[in-house]
T-cell receptor, first 111, second 118 residues
Framework: DQQVKQNSPSLSVQEGRISILNCDYT??????FLWYKKYPAEGPTFLIS?????DKNEDGRFTVFLNKSAKHLSLHIVPSQPGDSAVYFC??????????FGQGTELSVKP | DAGVIQSPRHEVTEMGQEVTLRCKPI?????LFWYRQTMMRGLELLIY????????DSGMPEDRFSAKMPNASFSTLKIQPSEPRDSAVYFC????????????????FGQGTRLTVV
């Protein structure tokens, strides 16, 4: 039972354009959402997060949007840079601390 | 702080052998997670601990898998006997949950252990 889903395994974007990564979830009890970035042979690193009481959080080039009614969140990267090429995971947290991840989306930013 | 430390980084073992993966969380963190990375499921949660107590082990695939956290600075994930389908990268992560289990904190990951069972 995949409670957090990233339906796009890969995404290719031109440098300077916007990258939009999507994530859907099924459990309405999730109250905190996070995005992680992962390079090959490294552990995932935290990128940005959002509480369920908000609908947007911005940090530099990265913005996360949350649509609770649709159980959907997205990560926008503007402008995209070649160094952003990595696998991006969305995650959701439950009361009690359980932290569940999606399958990941591999982003490729081409020069 | 050195971050979350996992050992070994790579492990190659024969089918049927016992494998033990080790994790040292960040000092002061009171929550620890074990994940397995696969193509189909992404980062699959195996088990997590709060204050050294296992809270949810529903992700542990079979009885061949077991995990312990004898103290706040050490955890192990054991596979006995190992099988080729256990080959994957295993990650440990830790986070600090504040009083009342307020959840607005991120988890920090180790570098992972790449396990190959032949």
């Amino acid at each position: 039972d995949q409670q957090v889903k990233q339906n796009s395994p890969s995404l290719s974007v031109q440098e300077g354009r916007i990258s939009i990564l999507n994530c859907d979830y099924t459990n309405s009890m999730f109250d905190y959402f996070l995005w992680y970035k992962k390079y090959p042979a490294e552990g995932p690193t935290f990128l940005i997060s959002i509480s369920s009481i908000k609908d947007k959080n911005e940090d530099g080039r990265f913005t996360v949007f949350l649509n609770k009614s649709a159980k959907h969140l997205s990560l926008h990267i503007v402008p995209s840079q070649p160094g952003d090429s990595a696998v991006y995971f969305c995650a959701a947290s439950l009361q009690g601390g359980k932290l569940i991840f999606g399958q990941g989306t591999e982003l490729s930013v081409k020069p | 702080d050195a971050g979350v430390i996992q050992s070994p980084r790579h492990e190659v073992t024969e089918m049927g052998q016992e494998v033990t993966l080790r994790c040292k969380p960040i000092s002061g963190h009171n929550s620890l997670f074990w994940y397995r990375q696969t193509m189909m499921r992404g980062l699959e949660l195996l088990i997590y601990f709060n204050n050294n107590v296992p809270i949810d082990d529903s992700g542990m695939p079979e009885d061949r898998f077991s995990a312990k956290m004898p103290n706040a600075s050490f955890s192990t994930l054991k596979i006995q006997p190992s099988e080729p389908r256990d080959s994957a990268v295993y990650f440990c992560a830790s986070r600090h949950l504040m009083g009342g289990w307020i959840l607005n904190t991120e988890a920090f990951f180790g570098q992972g252990t790449r396990l190959t069972v032949v």
